[in-house]
């Protein structure tokens, strides 16, 4: 059973809508996207490239660049290395190609999912020692690898760490609590918005985001023309990376989100047409849905099934022909992925109910037999499910490997900080954590997290937040074309959600070629009639009606003889079809 909550945050709503030109309705939106003054809302709506945080700002961002500056002066090589989620491979191509125009010695080394795990190890710093390799320059990872870069400083190697996960700590006892002392790797330079001591104003953003930031930073210091021009297009992916590591669209977010999406509707990279192709989008109206939800599960695909690097060879093609054939395989790899991924989440509500584990306030869910890649989306669908905390854990090559996925109110790399006894590796930050550990621990570390878990029954409520309760006769063409606004949406700036009490249902039909959706014929309050459409549990949403209205109720809808008032949960909307374009409105929640 969900709760529903109406956003009761203050503003003078009128004078903001008077200022901006907007309705008093996106108003409200604003102030719930907490914007509290008028130079907020300035930004939120019209904020250019110009308005982001300097890179200058980041603590060791001076030294980093000038470690580089004097690596190329020396002719030192340099290798690059990051992850094989979408973050590390747009990190790793912004760091690569931006040293190459500076005319570095770069390559790239991204570790395989299953022989290395995440981020440095000692046989990425072994490599790197017989490669002849100088400096090591991490993107998306490095924060937790203390030991290997000590082990690289043996070796003689310089190491510079961009990362932008929590940084490991340790409490430390006093006389009245525990202090917090961070564990930084020994590098030269550790540019990282989440340490102490670093003045960075806007700590949310991803590895994708610190990498650019420190090749626009290299640009200003070497002045170098070729760089400069490179900037336009590393800021489409670092708006890629942004949405797919699921950073907060907010601030500095929303902004290189918003302007990365209209140069990706043109873009001159072979591999992102090639994917943007191959999975029929219309470039004209790419989203940061397609981003999120297409063309960055086709390249993470790869990291999951294969390996990153051939996403990042997708990127570096220098031909359409070259990169088409790379995009259909990384298509291919994501469908195979997708039948995998669904499998496996059958398996994990199986054990769900099995062992009653809906009881627990952490899941933590052991499938040795799924493929380890696919643990962080199966928790992930798993927590949405429920909504409870989810571990889920595979069998790796050495031990268990898993992954995990939160709640509001959770931070769950702190919790793992507390039982660190159990891991053998583990990392992350407060919605999602990675981590290795012994077979024969995992019942215990169940038992462990679940007694230290301070969540009350209150917390696993679904929570719907409603941004104005409104009419749906209010929410007209002039409505809908305002707040396009107020995009791109996403975490941290979702769709608006309007809500409406006792909404008569009088119709219904089932659409799509599995009948999986369907359209409502509405009466609203003021006696207009609507369509609104639905894209959820249609078997959910029948039960609901017969539970409620009585036995037979869903059927007598879909023959066209309702009469049934619902409250009802709703975005409003756009929606272009056959070239034809109309208001809808879309139905999330119902009560």
């Not at 300035?42 to 500056?69: Q, T, Y």
């Not at 708006?239 to 699921?246: E, F, G, I, K, Q």
């Not at 119709?507 to 070629?513: E, L, Q, T, V």
């Amino acid at each position: 059973m969900e709760k529903w909550y109406v956003a009761a945050k203050r503003a003078d709503f009128q004078a903001w809508a008077d200022k901006f030109h907007i309705d008093p309705v996106l108003a409200r939106i604003l102030r719930n996207r907490d914007l509290t003054t008028e130079t907020e809302v300035e930004r939120f709506l019209n904020g250019r490239l110009e308005d982001c945080h300097s890179p200058w700002l980041m603590k060791d961002m001076d030294k980093a660049v000038g470690l580089i500056m004097d690596a190329l002066g020396e002719g030192i090589p340099i290798r690059v290395i990051g992850d094989y989620d979408v973050d590390g491979i747009c990190s790793s191509y912004i760091l690569t190609k931006g040293l190459k125009l500076l005319g570095a010695a770069a390559d790239t080394a991204i570790p395989h999912r299953i022989h290395d795990g995440y981020g440095l190890n000692d046989s990425l710093i072994e490599e790197a020692r017989r490669d002849g390799v100088g400096m090591i320059v991490t993107c998306d990872n490095g924060i937790a690898a203390g030991a290997q870069i000590a082990l690289a400083n043996s070796y003689g190697m310089k190491v510079i760490v961009t990362d932008h996960h929590e940084v490991p700590f340790v409490l430390e006892e006093t006389d009245r609590e525990g202090v917090r002392r961070e564990l930084l790797p020994p590098a030269l330079a550790v540019v990282d918005p989440k340490q102490a001591g670093c003045d960075y104003p806007f700590p949310g953003i991803c590895g994708g985001m610190i990498a650019y930031k420190l090749v626009s930073a290299l640009a200003e210091r070497s002045r170098c023309p070729e760089l400069r021009e490179a900037l336009g297009e590393f800021l489409e992916f670092a708006a890629l990376a942004t949405v797919c590591d699921v950073m907060e669209l907010k601030d500095e977010n929303r902004i290189v989100v918003k302007e990365g999406l209209e140069r990706l509707r043109n873009t001159e990279n072979a591999g992102l047409r090639a994917l943007i192709e191959v999975n029929g989008i219309v470039p004209e109206r790419l989203g940061a849905y397609h981003l999120g939800f297409i063309i960055g599960p086709c390249l993470n695909a790869t990291g999951r099934l294969d390996t990153a690097a051939r996403a990042l060879e997708l990127l570096q093609s220098r031909s359409k022909a070259e990169a088409m054939s790379a995009a259909r395989e990384l298509k291919e790899l994501n469908d195979s992925r997708k039948n995998l991924t669904q499998r496996g989440v059958e398996q994990a509500e199986a054990m769900i109910a099995q062992g009653h584990m809906e009881e627990d306030k952490v899941m933590v869910i052991y499938l040795p037999q799924v493929h380890e890649s696919l643990a962080g989306i199966i928790a992930g669908r798993i927590r949405e499910h429920y909504n409870h905390p989810v571990f889920l854990l595979t069998r790796g090559e050495d031990g268990v490997k898993g992954s995990g996925r939160s709640v509001e109110g959770y931070h769950m790399y702190q919790a793992m900080t507390e039982v660190k006894q159990y891991f053998t590796k583990f990392g992350g930050h407060a919605m999602a954590a990675g981590l290795s550990m012994r077979e024969e621990d995992v019942e215990e570390l169940q038992r462990e997290l679940n007694v230290r878990c301070r969540l009350g029954p209150e917390d696993f409520v679904p929570k719907v937040l409603i941004d104005v309760p409104m009419p749906m006769d209010y929410g007209d063409e002039s409505l809908a074309d305002q707040l396009e606004l107020l995009e791109p949406f996403g975490v941290g700036n979702p769709k608006p959600l309007f809500a409406q009490k006792d909404l008569l249902f009088l119709s219904g039909c089932k659409m799509g070629a599995n009948k999986n959706c369907a359209r409502y014929r509405v009466r609203t309050s003021g006696g207009e009639e609507r369509q609104i459409v639905f894209f959820g549990d249609l078997e959910a949403f029948g039960s609901f009606l017969d539970e409620k209205f009585g036995s037979g109720s869903q059927e007598t809808l879909y023959k066209g003889r309702g009469n049934f008032p619902v409250s009802v949960a709703y975005q409003l909307g756009k929606n272009t079809y056959k070239g034809r374009t109309e208001l809808q409105y879309v139905m999330r929640h119902y009560s």
